[in-house]
């Protein structure tokens, strides 16, 4: 009995220790996360002169909130902004709503050479990107799409499809069958069955698929760069080359666009956090 106490004593001093150690292990880790961007947004306010002769861990000497200036309007950054925010929510939409479709049809349709298509859909995730260049650009080519933003839009559709239904399958299969069965009875159609009932029910998980493509689209650079060549086609990540000089460089500039591209993820990123907690949770449990 007086064992039963003693561990019953215990046990509130052990649960408060193990939190309190899991709570700094998250903050360790929180600091080193947070850290390199407190770290860009300095350097975004350095000039050349205070990039190399001080410590990379030190404070502006005074502020260059003008690279920020310099960058948005003699750098041609807007525009390249404004691509980059272009191309990934049209193919961002585009990959959504075709991985959808193809998982509702893979998931909900009982059809000859589903596994085959699933298995095609698979395969694309063994592809390496940088194999494909060359036969993109001859096609591309072909059909007058070179310095053309569709030809970007295509090639983010294209790759980010096989990942988007691999995420997508999971929620698909933990969704109750009764109330389009019910719908069935009710006398809807397959379009009505799928926009209607069965994407507004994936919306946690269409918006952690959303964010990973949002990534990917928004930090690419090899599609770009190979497909476009005009400057007011380009995106931020190729549009960082113009600070970067045959004899000098503007260090303080390429900060000041880095950190600009970092807000749009970010933003997004916190505001769609919880979907996304929401749908990698329930993707990952059936029934």
């Known amino acids: 009995m007086n064992k039963e106490k003693s561990n019953l004593a215990k046990s509130p001093f052990l649960n408060r220790a193990a939190y309190g150690i899991m709570y700094l292990f998250l903050i360790i880790i929180a600091i080193f996360q947070i850290f390199p961007i407190i770290w860009l947004f300095l350097f975004s306010l350095k000039n050349n002169q205070e990039v190399f002769n001080m410590s990379p861990f030190s404070l502006p000497a005074q502020p260059k909130w003008e690279n920020y200036q310099k960058v948005w309007t003699e ?152 497909f476009i060549s005009s400057d007011s086609f380009k995106t931020l990540t190729v549009g960082i080359q113009n600070f970067i000089g045959q004899y000098t460089t503007d260090w303080g500039a390429i900060g000041a666009t880095l950190v600009i591209s970092i807000l749009p993820i970010l933003i997004a990123f916190l505001i769609l956090s919880n979907r996304i907690v929401e749908g990698i949770a329930s993707g990952s449990v059936k029934g």
């Open 75 to 226: 750098g041609n950054i807007s525009q390249y902004f404004f691509n980059s925010i272009t191309y990934t929510v049209v193919a961002v939409v585009l990959t959504v709503i075709l991985a959808s479709m193809v998982t509702f049809a893979l998931t909900r349709m009982n059809w000859k050479g589903s596994k085959l298509v699933l298995g095609l859909f698979m395969v694309g995730l063994m592809i390496p990107v940088h194999s494909t260049l060359i036969p993109l650009f001859n096609t591309f080519t072909k059909i007058n799409l070179i310095d053309n933003p569709l030809s970007v839009i295509l090639a983010y559709t294209a790759f980010n499809l096989p990942i988007t239904i691999m995420i997508l399958l999971g929620f698909y299969e933990a969704l109750p069958r009764e109330v389009e069965e019910a719908a069935v009875m009710d006398g809807a159609s397959i379009n009505h069955i799928f926009f209607r009932i069965t994407l507004p029910m994936t919306a946690p998980v269409i918006a952690t698929a959303a964010i990973i493509n949002m990534i990917y689209n928004w930090n690419e650079f090899v599609f770009v760069n190979t």
